[in-house]
């Protein structure tokens, strides 16, 4: 041991000032990154990166300074001294190319009375709230974060908080524009912003500092480095690439099966079919209400004999009136606050007394979630179902104020954001148990959630034309943050009026962009024609029915639910996503040999092109496409700018445009801008004029 550093195999550590310090290699370019006061670090509760394989690293250890390389990464540890009333040393953290020296990230200069680049401090609970700081670069863009929903591409100047919520969704990874990527390897509640004038990372409560750095050379080099660091994505199955169909929500078998055998009278493609939730009989029970389900068994064999796939919704609430509701509580299988309680939300159920408080299984324990599992192998995967849509898997809390929740490795705080992937991982383990390759589709994620094979969807945005613009970038940051299955409710979820003419045109444009997105699902409630919206949980008339237009049924949802000309549209735009499939199929194939997203932004395919580091319009699909949707009303024309130097064929025309050009190309409905790199033209531009 020299001074404050030492080595201990292959890491780098420090110990000065009262803290530990650790920097290890962990992957090829990459070093994890762990610190805490004390004597030593230690392990989040929930870790995001995967065992590395073994690299080469040299570590350099002189006075007052330590340096580790990895590949093309090196790290720079001094012990600086900064000067005020009195004499301040510590030691601060740099990270350079160990090719050139150039710097790619350091720690911030802080002021002489503090805080320092890495503060630590102390709660009553025996964990720390932590901030780290790192200086920022004039020019850097940063892409990833997860989903969010704010619109913005280059997220240089956003400050965004780390805490699932409905349609935010919580990723803690960014990729720079400077040539390295950084993983905020803690599952803990907080915030990132991503100033002009410093990066600053804070988790509310946490055991220690955990972070993971790595250089590329490319943001694809960086990208495809965490997807091996936090888990590679599966295969997906080929049925997932054709059309979902769903809506809010279908009350009965015989309902779905009428909808089914429609599709197929019609002569429209279907793929899957999704009941949604209600179809229980509690929260908490995970199982059919067989009044409403009276041959759960039967209804798959008969859609699968129709090549049909069907997906069924299952929350992780559990109400006080299920019958497992005692047991769980007996053995501490439920989220509780920090006094005993059990976390709620407030929400209906079949209860005919209205609305109720529920909570939600313990993710964190392991005997719940093999519990949680075991009720759902008996009462879904037994009866042949396969694939699940995991909703409400932040989990949904209001409030949402995670450091008043106990589980069972601790305070909620700490470890909140990594529940859904723990609760989607026990699903892909239990479907592997059973030999099947189901498909999960889920309402948030956290790193490394794509290793689950989960389709991560955008939540319940409303159906606007603000919101429909934000999907283009949320779905583009999801795949810079792993998740290359992506999809979004086709015509938004809140507020659509089936019988208004405007939402009929944004339908009509979503179902252009989800035709062309990595997964094709219309979903959302729709207000039926003529009915006011009522106040939640109150019946109205419609028809001869009586129904809550919420928990009950929403208005039809179907192809043909918006009259003949939206109909024609939508069918023509349903046989292109058929035409599709093989490119879709080789286009996810190879995202799962790679971890390249499916729905890419333009930056990655043209990283030397720094014009389109804050293009959140326009995208690449798969490795030859570029798609600019239709993001306004009343549009008959577009714009768009092609990147790189080759030419580009408008699909729909077969005009060709030389790359680096403007094209105004016309976009009426069914035909948003697409256009095809001139290499991939023959192959491709048939496929959209048949």
Not at 276 to 301: I, M, S, Y
Not at 377 to 396: I, Q, T
Not at 484 to 492: E, F, M, P, V, Y
């Given at each position: 041991?020299?001074?404050?550093?030492?080595?201990?195999?292959?890491?780098?550590?420090?110990?000065?000032?009262?803290?530990?310090?650790?920097?290890?290699?962990w992957?090829?370019?990459?070093?994890?990154?762990?610190?805490?006061?004390?004597?030593?670090?230690?392990?989040?509760?929930?870790?995001?990166?995967?065992?590395?394989p073994?690299?080469?690293?040299?570590?350099?250890?002189?006075?007052?300074?330590?340096?580790?390389?990895?590949?093309?990464?090196?790290?720079?540890?001094?012990?600086?001294e900064?000067?005020?009333?009195?004499?301040?040393?510590?030691?601060?953290?740099?990270?350079?190319?160990?090719?050139?020296?150039?710097e790619?990230?350091?720690?911030?200069?802080?002021?002489?009375?503090?805080?320092?680049?890495?503060?630590?401090?102390?709660?009553?609970?025996?964990?720390?709230?932590?901030?780290?700081?790192?200086?920022?670069?004039?020019?850097?863009?940063?892409?990833?974060?997860?989903?969010?929903?704010?619109?913005?591409?280059?997220?240089?100047?956003?400050?965004t908080?780390?805490?699932?919520?409905?349609?935010?969704?919580?990723?803690?990874?960014?990729?720079?524009?400077?040539?390295?990527?950084?993983?905020?390897?803690?599952?803990?509640?907080?915030?990132?912003?991503?100033?002009?004038?410093?990066?600053?990372?804070?988790?509310?409560?946490?055991?220690?500092?955990?972070?993971?750095?790595?250089?590329?050379?490319?943001?694809?080099?960086?990208?495809r480095?965490?997807?091996?660091?936090?888990?590679?994505?599966?295969?997906?199955?080929?049925?997932?690439?054709?059309?979902?169909?769903?809506?809010?929500?279908?009350?009965?078998?015989?309902?779905?099966?009428?909808?089914?055998?429609?599709?197929?009278?019609?002569?429209?493609?279907?793929?899957?079919?999704?009941?949604?939730?209600?179809h229980?009989?509690?929260?908490?029970?995970?199982r059919?209400?067989?009044?409403?389900?009276?041959?759960?068994?039967?209804l798959?064999?008969?859609?699968?004999?129709?090549?049909v796939?069907?997906?069924?919704?299952?929350?992780?609430?559990?109400?006080?009136?299920?019958?497992?509701?005692?047991?769980?509580?007996?053995?501490?299988?439920?989220?509780?606050?920090?006094?005993?309680?059990?976390?709620?939300?407030?929400?209906?159920?079949?209860?005919?007394?209205?609305?109720?408080?529920?909570?939600?299984?313990?993710?964190?324990?392991?005997?719940?979630?093999?519990?949680?599992?075991?009720?759902?192998?008996?009462?879904?995967?037994?009866?042949?179902?396969?694939?699940?849509?995991?909703?409400?898997?932040?989990?949904?809390?209001?409030?949402?104020?995670?450091?008043?929740?106990?589980?069972?490795?601790?305070?909620?705080?700490?470890?909140?954001?990594?529940?859904?992937?723990?609760?989607?991982?026990?699903?892909?383990?239990?479907?592997?148990?059973?030999?099947?390759?189901?498909?999960?589709?889920?309402?948030?994620?956290?790193?490394?959630?794509?290793?689950?094979?989960?389709?991560?969807?955008?939540?319940?945005?409303?159906?606007?034309?603000?919101?429909?613009?934000?999907q283009?970038?949320?779905?583009?940051?999801?795949g810079?943050?792993?998740?290359?299955?992506?999809?979004?409710?086709?015509?938004?979820?809140?507020?659509?009026?089936?019988?208004?003419?405007?939402?009929?045109?944004?339908?009509?444009?979503?179902?252009?962009?989800?035709?062309?997105?990595?997964?094709?699902?219309?979903?959302?409630?729709?207000?039926?024609?003529?009915?006011?919206?009522?106040?939640?949980?109150?019946?109205?008339?419609?028809?001869?029915?009586?129904?809550?237009?919420?928990?009950?049924t929403?208005?039809?949802?179907?192809?043909?639910?918006?009259?003949?000309e939206?109909?024609?549209?939508?069918?023509?735009?349903?046989?292109?996503?058929?035409?599709?499939?093989?490119?879709?199929?080789?286009?996810f194939?190879?995202?799962?040999?790679?971890?390249?997203?499916?729905?890419?932004?333009?930056?990655?395919?043209?990283?030397?092109?720094?014009?389109?580091?804050?293009?959140?319009?326009?995208?690449?699909?798969?490795?030859?496409?570029l798609?600019?949707?239709?993001?306004?009303?009343?549009?008959?024309?577009?714009?768009?700018?092609?990147?790189?130097?080759?030419?580009?064929?408008?699909?729909?025309?077969?005009?060709?445009?030389?790359?680096?050009?403007?094209?105004?190309?016309?976009?009426?409905?069914?035909?948003?801008?697409?256009?095809?790199?001139?290499?991939?033209?023959?192959?491709?531009?048939?496929?959209?004029?048949?």
């Amino acid at each position: 041991m020299t001074g404050p550093f030492w080595t201990e195999g292959a890491a780098l550590l420090c110990r000065f000032g009262g803290e530990t310090l650790r920097i290890e290699p962990w992957g090829p370019d990459a070093v994890r990154v762990r610190a805490r006061p004390g004597l030593g670090v230690v392990e989040p509760p929930v870790s995001a990166l995967r065992p590395p394989p073994p690299v080469e690293a040299a570590a350099e250890i002189g006075t007052g300074r330590a340096t580790l390389t990895v590949g093309r990464l090196c790290v720079e540890m001094s012990v600086k001294e900064r000067y005020g009333a009195d004499v301040k040393r510590e030691v601060v953290v740099r990270y350079v190319r160990s090719d050139t020296g150039e710097e790619l990230l350091a720690e911030a200069r802080p002021h002489f009375a503090g805080p320092r680049a890495r503060s630590f401090k102390a709660l009553a609970s025996g964990s720390w709230r932590l901030e780290a700081t790192f200086r920022a670069r004039e020019g850097e863009s940063f892409w990833g974060l997860g989903q969010p929903q704010h619109g913005r591409m280059d997220l240089k100047g956003v400050t965004t908080t780390l805490l699932q919520q409905n349609a935010h969704v919580a990723i803690p990874f960014v990729v720079s524009s400077c040539g390295y990527g950084l993983l905020w390897n803690n599952p803990a509640a907080g915030r990132v912003e991503l100033a002009r004038n410093l990066t600053r990372w804070t988790a509310e409560a946490t055991g220690g500092l955990d972070y993971w750095v790595v250089a590329g050379d490319t943001p694809r080099d960086v990208l495809r480095a965490y997807v091996r660091a936090t888990g590679s994505p599966p295969d997906i199955p080929p049925w997932a690439l054709g059309f979902w169909q769903c809506k809010l929500r279908y009350r009965t078998q015989a309902e779905l099966l009428t909808v089914a055998r429609e599709h197929l009278a019609r002569g429209l493609p279907l793929s899957c079919v999704v009941i949604d939730f209600f179809h229980w009989t509690r929260q908490g029970e995970w199982r059919f209400d067989p009044e409403e389900w009276p041959d759960p068994a039967g209804l798959v064999a008969e859609l699968r004999a129709m090549g049909v796939e069907v997906m069924v919704s299952i929350w992780p609430t559990v109400s006080a009136s299920s019958e497992h509701y005692r047991r769980m509580v007996d053995e501490g299988l439920i989220l509780t606050t920090e006094r005993g309680v059990p976390v709620v939300i407030p929400f209906p159920d079949k209860d005919p007394l209205g609305p109720g408080f529920f909570t939600y299984y313990d993710a964190f324990n392991p005997a719940a979630r093999d519990l949680h599992w075991e009720i759902v192998r008996r009462n879904y995967v037994a009866l042949g179902f396969d694939h699940f849509w995991l909703d409400a898997c932040e989990p949904e809390m209001r409030p949402n104020h995670p450091e008043h929740v106990r589980t069972a490795l601790g305070n909620g705080a700490e470890m909140i954001c990594a529940y859904p992937l723990l609760h989607a991982r026990r699903y892909r383990e239990g479907l592997a148990e059973a030999g099947k390759e189901g498909v999960l589709l889920a309402r948030s994620a956290w790193a490394g959630s794509q290793a689950e094979g989960v389709i991560l969807w955008s939540g319940d945005v409303w159906s606007d034309w603000d919101w429909f613009r934000a999907q283009v970038p949320a779905a583009l940051h999801a795949g810079m943050s792993g998740m290359g299955w992506w999809t979004s409710d086709i015509g938004g979820f809140y507020d659509g009026h089936g019988a208004d003419p405007a939402f009929r045109e944004l339908l009509v444009r979503w179902f252009e962009f989800g035709v062309l997105s990595p997964i094709c699902r219309l979903h959302g409630f729709r207000v039926p024609e003529g009915v006011p919206l009522p106040a939640p949980g109150e019946p109205v008339t419609y028809g001869q029915e009586t129904f809550r237009i919420f928990t009950d049924t929403g208005g039809p949802n179907e192809v043909w639910s918006y009259g003949a000309e939206v109909e024609a549209a939508l069918a023509r735009l349903l046989r292109l996503r058929e035409r599709l499939r093989p490119y879709l199929e080789a286009a996810f194939a190879h995202h799962a040999r790679t971890g390249d997203p499916v729905v890419a932004p333009l930056l990655l395919h043209f990283p030397g092109d720094p014009s389109l580091h804050d293009e959140g319009r326009a995208y690449m699909l798969g490795p030859d496409l570029l798609v600019a949707p239709v993001l306004a009303p009343g549009l008959s024309e577009m714009d768009v700018r092609l990147p790189g130097d080759e030419p580009w064929v408008h699909v729909w025309t077969g005009a060709t445009h030389g790359g680096g050009a403007t094209a105004r190309v016309p976009c009426p409905w069914g035909e948003p801008p697409v256009f095809a790199r001139a290499s991939a033209a023959p192959a491709l531009v048939p496929l959209f004029r048949p």
